[in-house]
């Protein structure tokens, strides 16, 4: 694993985490800029969805073993690419659907 921050901390680097400072040349993709959020997105994924956090809602606010242990995030798609068209599939329909699909 290759976080981009430095220094890792010591329970990651016992589990063999190391820094790498150039995550995209490291796994040989292309940097280019998002639409909407701060970080780059690969230039080789067909396919590139950018979120922006609409909400986060507690969950089992109550149980006060729990509380603040479990978030629901709710986001809003604020962009999405498709850079090829092979890669976007139709979802299956009722009349075409497979055992694979469910």
Not at 11 to 37: I, N, Q
Not at 49 to 75: K, L, S
Not at 78 to 101: I, L, N, Y
Request: charged residues 30%.
């Amino acid at each position: 694993m290759t976080p981009g921050w430095n220094p890792i901390p010591p329970y990651k680097h016992e589990a063999s985490y190391r820094f790498e400072s150039d995550r995209f040349g490291r796994a040989e993709l292309t940097p280019v800029a998002s639409e909407t959020v701060s970080p780059p997105r690969a230039a080789e994924c067909p396919v590139a969805m950018e979120a922006v956090v609409e909400a986060e809602h507690p969950v089992a606010e109550d149980d006060e073993a729990q509380r603040g242990g479990i978030v629901a995030v709710e986001v809003r798609i604020s962009s999405c690419t498709c850079t090829r068209r092979s890669a976007w599939r139709e979802p299956p329909t009722a009349s075409t659907r497979t055992r694979g699909d469910r």
